[in-house]
């Protein structure tokens, strides 16, 4: 009986047995788009290939990774060769990829990429350019094709959750290559209705149906914009240019108008929750106050009024009884100052103060002039000594002893040395001078 039952490495390995024999599976021409591109450390790439319809992973081993003359990355369209074979760690069949090319959409990703390269280094994408939205918009401006799913759902969103938002529709092609024009045209357009909000967008679709969102004067229009702008573009997986300048993004439509108004409900509950703070806030004003009435109403104060002025008037006996005794003390302590005042030596002898004044004064003065001839003398001796010093280096005196000057070219001569045989020479004496000539010259050898 248990011999029926198979374990499931069995039925992969039968599984894959049977689709490595398929000779239609040995070799498969697939287009698609990637998407979860991932490139593992040794080379290999891992990525799902995926269409509107469904998806299957794919692995591209280093030998061939190393031959695409071009990068793979998330988005691109694709046109694959390999095969299809199962994968017997998760049971899931995928495709080894041997080649790959560029599918022509492949090329709009790339300009795609390099378009949002070059704007987002001129700043347009930086976050401090973002202008915020409006919590409670009173009038909302959509931009989008007037049918189709995606006004719908904005429109019942809004009605649903802010019914008290009015909304203006600026009917735009969202596709082919006269929409980006025209979504340019009604931006600038409803930039001039003094909106709260503008939503621009539409549904989900193929990177070709959405390329007028990619475009550049679109992604500028949207920057310079006065008026906050939500971009709502395709489904959550999709990311347009218009996305990123935008000062919000969408996931979808419908998200777009989620985040734009907000939710009647939730006002209400909120409001509803305000409402029972401000009340419990009021009895618990009313019930502190009601408190502090009865306090009063029962206090000493109140209940016994009279006790409260026997109080204060024996407190006021008491002061009054001790500023009297102050007033008499102080008066007290000045009548004896005015006595001592009065009774103090130089009120009853005012004679004898001028006396003793008169006699220090007198006594200075002694001193003063005793020391004024004292510096007097001292001086006149240090003048007579240096006069006396004078005296007794004076040359004159020398003259008038007996002794002369004897000088050449105005130069006193005090060596017989410093004289030569026909020098003219000039001889002062006391009452006079000569002028000589120097005939002979005898010296006087003393140690002789």
């Known amino acids: 009986m248990n011999d029926k039952y198979i374990t499931v490495g069995q039925l992969t390995r039968y599984i894959k047995f049977k689709i490595d024999k398929d000779e239609h599976l040995n070799q498969v021409f697939l287009r698609g788009e990637i998407s979860n591109f991932k490139a593992h450390t040794r080379g290999h790439l891992y990525f799902t290939i995926k269409d509107e319809e469904s998806r299957i992973n794919a692995v591209m081993f280093a030998n061939s990774a190393a031959k695409l003359p071009f990068p793979p990355v998330d988005g691109m369209k694709i046109m694959v060769v390999g095969k299809v074979s199962v994968y017997e760690a998760t049971g899931g069949y995928q495709i080894y990829v041997n080649e790959m090319i560029e599918d022509g959409v492949g090329n709009l990703y790339i300009k795609y990429e390099k378009l949002k390269k070059k704007l987002e280094e001129e700043g347009l994408f930086n976050q401090e350019h973002k202008k915020n939205i ?22 019942s969103t809004i009605e649903r959750r802010w019914p008290l938002t009015e909304t203006i529709l600026f009917p735009s092609l969202v596709q082919g290559e006269s929409a980006a024009p025209e979504i340019v045209k009604q931006l600038k357009k409803a930039d001039t209705y003094n909106l709260d909000l503008i939503i621009v967008g539409r549904g989900g679709g193929s990177i070709e149906d959405m390329w ?20 709502a573009v395709g489904h959550e997986i999709d990311f347009t240019i218009a996305d990123f300048v935008a000062d919000l993004r969408a996931p979808t439509p419908t998200g777009a108008a989620e985040m734009a108004v907000p939710n009647r409900n939730d006002i209400i509950k909120l409001l509803n929750q305000i409402n029972i703070r401000i009340n419990q806030n009021i009895n618990n004003v009313l019930i502190y106050n009601r ?9 000493y104060v109140l209940k016994n ?24 003390s102080i008066v007290l302590q000045n009548k004896e100052k005015l006595n001592y005042l009065k009774n103090s030596y130089i009120l009853v002898n005012p004679d004898k103060i001028y006396t003793d004044k008169k006699i220090k004064y007198n006594t200075i003065i002694d001193n003063l002039k005793n020391n004024i001839n004292k510096i007097i003398d001292n001086k006149k ?8 010093k004078l005296e007794a280096l004076n040359p ?14 105005n130069i006193i ?7 030569n045989k026909d020098d003219n020479i000039n001889i002062e004496f006391s009452n006079g001078n000569i002028d000589a000539k120097v005939l002979n010259i005898n010296l006087i050898n003393k140690g002789e």
Do not use: H, W
Not at 291 to 299: D, H, I
């Open 134 to 155: 409006p919590k409670f918009p009173n009038k909302i401006g959509i931009i989008t094709a007037p049918t189709g799913a995606a006004i719908r759902d904005i429109l």
């Open 413 to 419: 001569i005090s060596n017989i040395n410093n004289l």
């Open 381 to 388: 001796n240090i003048y007579l000594n240096k006069i006396n």
């Open 305 to 328: 009024p009279i006790n409260i002025y026997r109080q204060k008037e024996e407190k006021f006996d008491n002061i009054f009884e001790r500023l009297q005794l102050s007033i008499s």
């Open 291 to 299: 408190e502090k009435l009865n306090t009063l109403v029962n206090s």
């Open 396 to 409: 004159l005196l020398t003259i008038k002893r007996g002794y002369n000057v004897t000088r050449k070219n």
């Open 212 to 231: 007028c969102f990619n475009d550049e004067e679109v992604a500028r229009t949207i920057f310079n914009m006065n008026t906050p702008i939500i971009s």
